[in-house]
T-cell receptor
Framework: GIQVEQSPPDLILQEGANSTLRCNFSDSVNNLQWFHQNPWGQLINLFYIPSGTKQNGRLSATTVATERYSLLYISSSQTTDSGVYFCAVGSGGYNKLIFGAGTRLAVHP | GAVVSQHPSRVICKSGTSVKIECRSLDFQATTMFWYRQFPKQSLMLMATSNEGSKATYEQGVEKDKFLINHASLTLSTLTVTSAHPEDSSFYIC?????????FGPGTRLTVL
């Protein structure tokens, strides 16, 4: 099956710093989503981005489908950005998602 | 975005009992829903695809007789953990979608004593 790798596994930042999270996938996909899992376990949808570039406030994402990777950019990080960021991909029908291992982000004041 | 709910949010049960978890799509209809399991400090693992009006499709290694799935309507799927044991303790999350983007419920934390 399709493999999803995220890097780095852990990231520690000072408030105000910028960061880039990476997601590599092993095969063609027709769905790619980025999520933030908050401390209570809820998955927050950040981006639906099977290709192209999107921005939402301090966050932006780019997926280069032909090269099988996606990047999530966080600018001017805040302590509330802390948590785990997951990339998940889907291929074929039914929309089921395969998750990467996640990047655990800690933003310190 | 679309809203998915789960009930209960937390359940503690004794070993050997069965537990039912509900997943509802609140503002859309879903012919397909998905069930995931997440152990502490790990990623989400897909357990099964729930299909309205037909049998669920289970991922390799998931015991279909232990994790019973019923997709009774276009807005409700249930996961029943039968004869639960401590190793079934985990965070169970469902997802559904009105289109290609998946939306997730808040999860159910199951603790089996």
């Amino acid at each position: 099956g399709i493999q999803v790798e995220q890097s780095p596994p852990d990231l520690i930042l000072q408030e105000g710093a910028n960061s880039t999270l990476r997601c590599n996938f092993s095969d063609s996909v027709n769905n790619l989503q980025w999520f933030h899992q908050n401390p209570w376990g809820q998955l927050i949808n950040l981006f639906y981005i099977p290709s192209g570039t999107k921005q939402n406030g301090r966050l932006s994402a780019t997926t280069v489908a032909t090269e099988r990777y996606s990047l999530l950019y966080i600018s001017s990080s805040q302590t509330t950005d802390s948590g785990v960021y997951f990339c998940a991909v889907g291929s074929g029908g039914y929309n089921k998602l395969i998750f990467g291992a996640g990047t655990r982000l800690a933003v310190h004041p | 975005g679309a809203v998915v709910s789960q009930h209960p949010s937390r359940v503690i049960c004794k070993s050997g009992t069965s537990v039912k978890i509900e997943c509802r799509s609140l503002d859309f209809q879903a012919t397909t829903m998905f069930w995931y399991r997440q152990f502490p400090k790990q990623s989400l693992m897909l357990m099964a695809t729930s299909n309205e009006g037909s049998k669920a499709t289970y991922e390799q290694g998931v015991e279909k007789d232990k994790f019973l799935i019923n997709h009774a309507s276009l807005t409700l799927s249930t996961l029943t953990v039968t004869s639960a044991h401590p190793e079934d303790s985990s965070f169970y999350i469902c997802s559904a979608s009105p289109g290609p983007e998946q939306f997730f419920g808040p999860g159910t934390r199951l603790t089996v004593l």
